[in-house]
């Protein structure tokens, strides 16, 4: 199976920061990675597909970067809303696999 | 709009059946694949399987032995059952749309499993 690997597993932050959190694949799987939020008690939401695409209604303080093995999500101008779990996952192969999560706490 | 919503009992007993039922609305299955991702608590999610639009079946390797993923077009619901749970089964359990794009675009709110005695 395809591991998809987050670091780092917490960050402590400031409403302003800027924040920038990473996703390693262990093999090569193209563009095919998501990331979702999820704040505490609900439901994962999509923020970027294609490792670079804002879904619908995602603000562009959120940005996705990388291919094959690397990925990166940054966000500009942290907001107290955008405290959550952040977690990638990779649909290039079965099973779709998610990483463990980075979650941003306020300092 | 597009709601997905699982249903199921909310404690099964080690070594029995879990029976869930994800009803969605706003979008046709025959049209969108649906999956089920669960996730133990603090922990991240798991793909578990999927129900392509056209009623194929993919399932994660790890839980293929032990789970069935199937549909009524009629009701636009789709059920997962899976037997032998063990605690380490315990957790929410999410079914979740697959959009055009990329997978997971809806989730619906979840399901608390827990699997004790």
């Known amino acids: 199976n395809t591991v998809m690997t987050q670091s780092p597993t917490s960050m402590f932050i400031s409403v302003g920061d800027r924040v920038t959190m990473n996703c390693k694949a262990s093999?090569?799987?193209?563009?095919?990675v998501d990331w979702y939020q999820q704040k505490t008690g609900q439901s994962p939401k999509l923020l970027i597909y294609g490792a670079s695409n804002r879904y619908t209604g995602v603000p562009d303080r959120f940005t996705g970067s990388g291919s094959g093995t690397d990925f990166t999500l940054t966000i500009s101008n942290m907001q107290a809303e955008d405290l959550a779990v952040y977690y990638c996952?990779?649909?290039?192969?079965?099973?779709?696999?998610f990483g463990a999560g980075t979650k941003l706490e306020l300092k | 709009q597009v709601q997905l919503k699982e249903s199921g009992p909310g404690l099964v007993q080690p070594s029995e059946t879990l029976s869930l039922t994800c009803t969605v609305s706003g979008f046709s299955l025959t049209s969108y694949s649906v999956s089920w991702v669960r996730q133990p608590s603090g922990k991240g999610p798991e793909w578990m399987g999927r129900m392509w639009y056209d009623g194929d079946t993919a399932y994660n390797s790890a839980l293929k032995s032990r789970l069935s993923i199937s549909r009524d077009t009629s009701k636009n619901q789709v059920f997962l059952k899976m037997n032998s749970l063990q605690t380490d089964d315990t957790g929410t359990y999410y079914c979740?749309?697959?959009?055009?794009?990329?997978?997971?675009?809806?989730w619906g709110q979840g399901v608390m499993v827990t699997v004790s005695s």
């Open positions: 996952l990779q649909y290039n192969y079965n099973p779709n696999t």
């Open positions: 979740t749309r697959d959009s055009l794009i990329t997978v997971f675009d809806y």
């Open positions: 093999q090569n799987v193209g563009t095919n």
